[in-house]
């Protein structure tokens, strides 16, 4: 920890606790939110998922029932079918959304490589590219709700100036609804958070080494590929981390107002399950069970991730 | 607009050498800038046109609406090898019956033009009273405790957005600055356990203490209503964090010239700690406004009462009744996104340097 060889508790010389009063006093009003609000919580989500609770009733405790429900197979005639086949169906779900990262991590950094140049008019395109990130989501959910919608949409009346006759149905066919969330949220995370973090990063980045690399005959591309691209890995490592976790629980606002999960469950993610078991059904202990397996997938992917950084991040 | 990102180290980066490559930039940031603008574009357009110019299937960007005479709707059409304006007075299975206005010599004849044949003359026209309308299609019926009966809907929204906004910010901040204070300056028994404990929540998706934050405040009588909207924002560990880094890089003599000349810790965390940390605060009030402003999840478990509804939410339930009213839904959206924009643009310089502050030391 940062400072702890100077002010180390270790040394501290035994006193009454009286005399640490004053110093825990400005340490109790976020603790007590946090133990409310935060600690206690996460350990109750962890017990919560072992009990069958319809908030009228008690809890009553139920064991691994609802993970067994949630997670395992039963035989069906000859072949194995999942016991909650929403589940699989909504974990897919939102894994398929997830595939707009890579797409959204390469467009962030085309964004900040195009606003480090320095040119004229350049901070009008940084703060517009960052407008999305910023808006109320409802309220671009709602506009993009429009935009694709079937026959009067921006998106498919220019679909049709393009010659296509018959543009999709975007959230209204299973084919095309995931694709359509996909659009609008890379639309969303394109200039934003991530490509104000890689900015960042291209800027601590020692304008020597470029110039090195001038001496040495690089090309633009070389010096992208060779010197940029390896210095900002732990950025990109971060945004990949970030993305992975946010993107595990994303969705919900857009399924809620897009599509309300349809068609035929094709945009409902595991967050609007989650939502719909605990708020809508009062399923309150299979839905803790399935946020504390989401929590786990987060978790594994986070240390995952993190393994594979060790090879290819460069400190 | 000043540079809002001039908190950044100078780039050192060469300039582009050519022409070429600059001009190339320019083109890929206008083709993306093109790409970002349009759907706002769109939303603020739709927001502005006549109810019956919206589902057209046209991209009209500039409303505009048909022109209207004192006999009837106009029409431009060729008569006799003639370009003609007439005013429709009559539909007949044979086409349009119109009134003619121009040319003048043969203004008020009557002659009757196949239906496809006649265009709409339209003109530019901004259609205000949308906003107006959506502000005015809801009602609350008691709000604010029974300070407000019978309000516009958006109004009570708005200050309920604004309550709780400004409510979780500072309580935010304030908590979070005093346990950083004592993280980053204070010595006490278990203080990095303590800390270990507030890092490792960091990590914890906000889904695992959904339910039982929920349980929690109805066990206490406290959903539906400003509590539960405040209170659990009120608490974080993550700007706990980022203050108490922000804090470490504090000189530490200064509090040493505070204490000799008697201040207490309280004296010395108010008059040296957060004058200096001004631009950490910054950042994490516009973090944590934006975010409570924009939050969409939390108000819509706890909260059932239109007139306890923040903005996001109540827009979630104007889209109910008017789903297909787009200029309505696009007028309420720009009413809902306006505000933040403000605060952003004023804000964007800190709100950058707080993302880097969190996310670069993270």
Known sequence: MTGSEQSGTAALPRRPWRRYLGSYAFLVPNFLGFLAFTLLPVAAAFALSFTEWAILNPPRLV????FDRLLSFHREGSRLAANDPYFWKYLWNTVFLMFGIPLAVLGSLVCALLLNQRLRGVVFFRTLFFLPAIGSAVAITLLWKWIFQEDYGLLNTWLRHFGIAHPPGWLVTTTWA?????????????????????????????GELYEAADMDGANWWHKLRYVTWPLLSPTTFFIVTMSIISGFQGGFIAAYMMTGGGPAGATTTIMLYIYQNAFQWFQMGYAAAIACVLFGLIFGFTLLNWRLSQRVVYY | MSAPYDTLPARRRK???????????????????FVMA????????????????????????LPRRQVVSRYGPVYSARFDDVEVRGAEIAITPQGRRLRLLEPARLAGRIVTVPANQARPVERLHFEWRNYVAAWKAMKVESALGGLLRNADAFLVFYINSIIVAVSVTFGQVATSSLAAYAFARLRFPGRD????????TLMVPGVITMIPVYILLSRLRLTDTYWALILPGMFSAYGTFMLRQFFLTIPRDLEDAARIDGASLLGIYWNVILPLSKPALAALTTFVFLHSWNDFMWPLIVIDSLGLKTLPIGLAHFQGPYLTEWHLLMAASVIVMVPVLIVFVIGQRYFVRGLILSGLKA
């Open chain 2, 38 to 61: 349009a759907p706002l574009v769109w939303m603020i357009s739709t927001s502005l046109k006549d109810p019956t110019q919206v589902v057209v299937g046209r991209d009209q960007w």
């Open chain 2, 15 to 33: 300039r582009p050498r050519g022409l070429g490559l600059k001009l190339l930039a320019y083109a890929a940031l206008c083709a993306i800038g």
């Open chain 2, 193 to 200: 356990k303590l800390f270990l404990g507030y890092l490792a």
């Open chain 1, 178 to 206: 995931k694709p359509a969330f996909i659009i609008m949220s890379l639309w969303m995370a394109v200039g934003g958070y991530n490509c104000v973090l890689y900015l960042a990063g291209l800027q601590n980045i020692p």
């Open chain 1, 63 to 66: 064991g691994l029932h609802n």
